[in-house]
């Protein structure tokens, strides 16, 4: 098989076989195919799609291009949740001791954030000492031990996935739905799970900016875990707006841990603005415990899930999978400089452009534009308004939170042309549009 | 400039501007933007092409990475052409000595063969000590004398098109016509010519497979020449049949020469197998000899080129330049071994696959399939019969040549597929289709 030919074929619009697709991909992580040839079929798969079939191919060449992890000593059940990615998207944080306090098994394999998204990885290790890198051995007896255990990807797992993904971050190359059906699928049926719930994200700070590409996504995802007899269903939510109050690592533990404290924090117009991250947490929860089979309804599942969260059995979870994970929560660091964003004139706020947000994060040092950018845990954003909201000139609407005040200035920019206000009351913003099994 | 936000911007069919082309194919030819960025935006030139103004740019950009050949020295108007590729394609050996027999000036500057198609380069250099390298110095120096000289790609001329090509030919990004277009023109502008005919193939054996396809190489072409100002005019020719009577490196000059002494070869069918070489390169000379100015008419131009090939005038410029360039003209090899091709039914000649006549060439070491590949010189095919002869069952239709008969077998097989016997008689085989100004 010659590579060229392979990459012309493809370029061709002709469907590549299972042997072609391993081929080339095994042969490109033992570096016998170099990245200038893989970056091309890249592209070629940019523009022409992949069937289902190679889609499918793909996650698995990626898949058992490392190892899975061996989770047959943890009894039960094995549960996990992936999201597409957003701005205060810390579900993870929640979800996981809850679903644990209620008994069951997350072993989670997180990611950085990249681009306007954040990443798990990079929240917790705002928690000083925090150690996500754990052999798979430890992940796994954490997991047996204390329900949930989060660590990054290694080197075991899913290498081919991790080159490619390094070559399409440069190569415009990752909006590309087989690619990060792939690349997202591979790393989780890497867990050894026995089920998946998705958070798939529509809306401005989403990849998919409606809820129909969203849907195609979903079921793209759905189908290559149904393929490994996965269990699976997915939550389609809304990133029209950013989660809860706060974006930026630390400031979203602490958010967390506030949540976990069922704590909330009124808004000037009245919301408690921790109720759409503990609702969409609860849900998601809630998804995880029913997939498992330990519940006959979703309204049980639900009903259980609230109730470990209310207890403050959730809370003790992520301290103790902190304390096992070296991390010190009680010196959780918080940000020294702020500055507020007011509202120069009155109406509704209308709409959120999340990217913009997202992109001022990482001016912010919050995110990273290249997986090379050094975080910096304390910076930040906190929302004041949410949509519909009535607003007057002069009302907060951010506040800029971080160390390095000289940022602000570029990042309040950025943020003031991410919002808009009108006179006319938009409808209302929903969070969770849809389930799909 | 960001690399990858440049990718993403043609990726998403949007125009480049000169800036980023320029920025982009320079950093490239410096090693500062690594292949793996280059080849991804080849493949999203291949997919969303250029714009006439990117191709202009990439043309220039390509031209001015290396030096223009400064031919001021040589008094008047000097000419070039060039062939989009073809098999039997000998023309440049004929028509350059023609036009400089003429009293006119034709500093060429030639390709080696790729895939199906041969190369000039490859060809005089089966004259065995004939030296393609000669320093830019010299080069205009023979133009001068002799009024025509054979010389390859120096590293001081266009180095982006050569690092490009390279690249281009191992990630499946050659069939692109923005891409195309740019690396031919930037070498031909390198040349410092005055005038330049182009002979568009189109057919079986040409990178275009329809008349009408040419005709957009052919205006494509001619626009990049135009931007710089220089006299173009495009042949359209058919490469539906191999051109004359040999392909294979050694026998085309070997043709050449019994052309420029005035010989002929009948086939069985009592046809000249000399005649369409003569014809094409004659024509090709009228139109290079008029576009200099110096005859008021293309039918006063011809009838000059056929004086000057018919008077022996060109033959004594090739061996002149023959001379100078050190090649042994009386120690042509000729090949030792052949095997004969007969047609297994009777009918008329219908038509060739003269990709599949250029594949076996390959076979045979008569072209190569990648850059590395080494040519056998003797190797070859010789054509006996024409589309529209009548055959009779055991009719000889290609006599394969070469020294090392273990290859015979398979390109046997491969040729015995590239031709069609059909009852009836086919419609007429048009060399010349249009000429376009």
Tied chains: 1, 2.
Excluded: W
């Excluded at 799609?49 to 989770?71: F, I, P, Q, W, Y």
């Excluded at 996990?80 to 989670?108: C, E, R």
């Excluded at 490619?164 to 990752?174: F, Q, S």
């Amino acid at each position: 098989m010659l590579p060229a030919e392979i990459i012309k074929k493809k370029r061709n619009k002709l469907e590549l076989t299972k042997e072609e697709i391993e081929f080339f991909i095994l042969s490109y992580t033992r570096h016998q195919i170099p990245d200038y040839q893989m970056s091309a079929l890249l592209m070629a798969i940019y523009f022409n799609g992949m069937s289902n079939a190679e889609t499918v191919a793909l996650t698995r060449t990626m898949l058992h291009s490392g190892v899975v992890v061996d989770t047959s000593s943890i009894p039960g059940f094995k549960v996990d949740k992936h999201s597409t990615g957003g701005v205060g998207d810390k579900t993870s944080l929640i979800l996981g001791p809850i679903v644990a306090a209620a008994g069951l098994y997350v072993p989670m394999i997180s990611g950085r954030g990249l681009g306007h998204t954040g990443g798990t990885l990079d929240k917790l290790e705002s928690i000083p000492g925090f150690n996500t890198q754990q052999t798979l051995e430890r992940f796994v007896e954490l997991t047996k031990k204390i329900g949930t255990c989060f660590i990054g990807q290694t080197k075991e797992i899913c290498p081919a996935d991790k080159k490619i993904y390094a070559l399409r971050d440069v190569t415009a190359t990752v909006e590309s739905l087989p690619l990060i059906c792939a690349s997202i699928m591979s790393k989780k049926m890497a867990e050894g799970i026995d089920g998946l719930v998705l958070d798939v994200k529509f809306g401005s700070g989403a990849f998919m900016k409606t809820a129909d590409d969203a849907r195609k996504l979903a079921n793209a995802l759905m189908d290559i875990a149904k393929s490994y007899n996965k269990k699976v269903i997915s939550v389609i939510s809304s990133m029209n707006q950013p989660l809860g109050r706060f974006s930026g690592n630390a400031l979203e533990v602490f958010e967390c841990i506030e949540i976990m404290k069922n704590k909330s924090f009124r808004s000037a117009a009245g919301k408690d603005l921790y109720a759409d991250t503990r609702e969409l947490s609860l849900q998601l929860s809630a998804h995880m415990i029913h997939l498992t089979g330990k519940t006959t309804s979703i309204d049980e599942a639900y009903a259980l899930a609230k109730k470990v969260l209310e207890s403050g059995a959730a809370l003790k979870k992520f301290e103790e999978l902190c304390a096992e994970q070296s991390g010190n929560l009680s010196a959780l660091p918080m940000p020294k400089e702020k500055v507020d964003l007011h509202a120069t004139v009155g109406g509704f706020l209308a709409s959120y452009d999340v990217e913009k947000i997202g992109l001022a994060g990482i001016i912010l040092r919050a995110g990273r534009m290249i997986t090379e950018d050094k975080i910096h845990p304390t910076s930040g954003i906190e929302f004041h308004v949410q949509i519909g909201d009535s607003i007057k000139a002069g009302d907060l609407i951010y506040t800029i939170h971080g160390d390095e005040s000289h940022h602000f200035a570029s990042a309040y920019q950025m943020l003031h042309n991410s919002f808009e206000i009108s006179l006319q009351k938009p409808s209302e913003h929903v969070l969770i549009k849809e389930v799909l099994g």
